[in-house]
């Protein structure tokens, strides 16, 4: 599966952003999704995850209550908001696919101003 992600930008602190992540190529619905982010010199970490029915939803605690990751089947895509930024969540966030071999898209840049 190819995975799009759009998105990110930059935001002041206590801002809101919605990403996207289009998948083709391959049945988007079989596929758990996910979440990751990197920040500038640190290692990609886990952020968000979501069930192929969207049934389960799964959160780092460093995000849980401000972050909320959802699914549209129909439309192959994943999305994540995020609420209550902050800077350190600034990083460049992928998206993830699994259905035994995993795959990921190109990432878009979110930073948060302070």
């Known amino acids: 599966v190819q995975l799009q992600a759009s998105g990110g930008g930059l935001v002041q602190a206590g801002g809101s952003l919605r990403l996207s992540c289009v998948g083709s190529g391959r049945t988007f619905s079989n596929y758990a999704m996910g979440w990751f982010r990197q920040a500038p010199g640190k290692e990609r970490e886990f952020v968000a995850g979501i069930m192929w029915n969207g049934r389960a939803t799964y959160y780092a605690d460093s995000v849980k209550g401000r972050f909320t990751i959802s699914r549209d089947n129909a439309k192959n895509t994943v999305y994540l908001q995020m609420n209550s930024l902050k800077p350190e969540d600034t990083a460049v966030y992928y998206c993830?696919?699994?259905?035994?071999?995993?795959?990921w898209g190109q990432g878009t840049l979110v930073t948060v101003s302070s």
């Open positions: 993830h696919a699994r259905h035994g071999p995993s795959y």
